[in-house]
């Protein structure tokens, strides 16, 4: 463990603590690490223009590219997205939660607001992920911790190495973290398509599609 900042927190060990300072950074407009049903995110606001444009220039990337939102339920990403098609809905009660990220048309309020057109959006099946979403009642980002053009850090040695002096805190687990990103799909037209294949194959997904 890279030393034994404050700034470095064990869900495990300080569950309660975990919760509550990731909740108070994403209201506060920080930034930080911290695990996902798939691989480690860095997250905050995505309606912080001061926080998307902080985790681009971390990653080195340009902050016009969208970042994943991770949200707690399909109730609640309705707020910001349009589904038109019915069986869509029911494909993604079916699926979710699970490391499946889809790609949906945002609502117009919701346009407005962050200047894009579509969002990739998924319900994460983690228990973490699951409370400090719950407890934020709002959309989180989720994008890989690494440099653009690099592999994702995956571990807490490297992590702390690398991006401690970057980010506000670094909320981590002692349970191996999954090695796979998430499978990404496209619903904003009537058939899925597949944009990146990760922990679960597409195949597989389709057979959720009625």
């Known amino acids: 463990m890279p030393g034994n900042s404050e700034k470095i927190i064990n869900i495990e060990e300080l569950p309660e603590k975990a919760l509550q300072v990731a909740s108070n950074l994403y209201h506060s407009g920080k930034?930080?690490?911290y695990p996902t049903d798939t691989i480690y995110g860095i997250g905050g606001s995505p309606f912080d223009q001061n926080v998307v444009r902080r985790i681009a220039e971390i990653k080195g990337r340009n902050e016009s590219k969208q970042f994943i939102w991770l949200i707690d339920n399909i109730e609640n990403m309705l707020n910001y997205v349009e589904i038109v098609i019915e069986k869509h809905l029911d494909f993604l009660q079916s699926i979710w939660p699970a490391p499946v990220s889809v790609v949906l048309n945002l609502n117009e309020r919701?346009?407005?607001?962050v200047e894009f057109e579509t969002i990739?959006?998924?319900?994460?099946k983690n228990n973490f992920c699951q409370e400090l979403l719950k407890e934020i009642g709002q959309p989180l980002i989720s994008t890989s911790v690494n440099r653009s053009g690099q592999e994702p850090?995956?571990?807490v040695e490297e992590l702390g190495k690398n991006f401690l002096a970057e980010v506000?805190?670094?909320?981590?687990?002692?349970e191996q973290v999954k090695q796979t990103s998430s499978t990404i799909l496209n619903l904003t037209s009537e058939e899925p398509k597949l944009i990146r294949e990760g922990a679960i194959k597409f195949v597989e997904l389709l057979k959720n599609l009625n």
Do not use: G, L
């Not at 919701?110 to 607001?113: E, G, L, N, P, Y």
């Not at 990739?120 to 994460?124: L, Q, S, W």
């Not at 506000?168 to 002692?174: E, G, N, R, T, Y």
């Open 110 to 113: 919701t346009k407005r607001i």
């Open 153 to 155: 850090v995956n571990n």
């Open 120 to 124: 990739a959006v998924r319900i994460p």
């Open 168 to 174: 506000d805190a670094i909320i981590f687990s002692k």
């Open 31 to 33: 930034v930080f690490i």
